[in-house]
């Protein structure tokens, strides 16, 4: 489903130029849950970002079902996000003004898929993170724990194909945070989503099928 060929991506520091990727080629089958390991400025993010279209490689090819999105204009990579991707964030970024349900119906209304069937849907998914009765609390009234879980929900609203998650447990508890890892697994299992996650975290190494190290350019899988 997505494919990296040849990728070279560096940075400018000052007067001197930070590589992060060299010559990156790598496969990602469908349906599979991703994890990414590496110490701080290693290109986590990074590669999340390149791969969602909102950085772009000095070289190379990101293909996603045999389109190199390296090559869309910035409309078309837009698009691939808004249909395509769902994306689940350390610090949640629901939007403050909106309330739980027009939070996770957003993702339906950008993609014109604002339907009974649609809504339906997510609100049976926020009923499996158990969060029904709060469909139109505010994000201030919500705990750390409970905003992720709307967070995920509309990451799932559209039924993406890639689910990308940057430190998602980062800003929770222990307890929480073990919470939000079932709650991603169960829920992207059962959408048959392909999950990329950068994290510190290695209680989520429990669910991975694969798990890369972002190390000397490039990825190790362990």
Known sequence: MLEIKGLFKKYQEATRDILIFQDLNINFAPETKNIFLGSSGSGKSTFLNLISGLDSPNAGEILFANEDICQYNDQLKTLYRRKHIGFIFQFFNLLPTLSVRENILLALELNE????????YVFSLLDKVGLLDRLDSMPETLSGGQQQRVAIVRALAHKPKLIIADEPTGNLDTETAQTII??????????????MIATHDEKLLNIADNVFKIENKGLTKL
Do not use: H, P
């Open 113 to 120: 898929i604002n339907n009974r069937e649609n809504q339906d």
């Open 182 to 195: 079932s709650l991603i697994e169960n829920l992207v299992q059962e959408t048959k989503a392909t999950l």
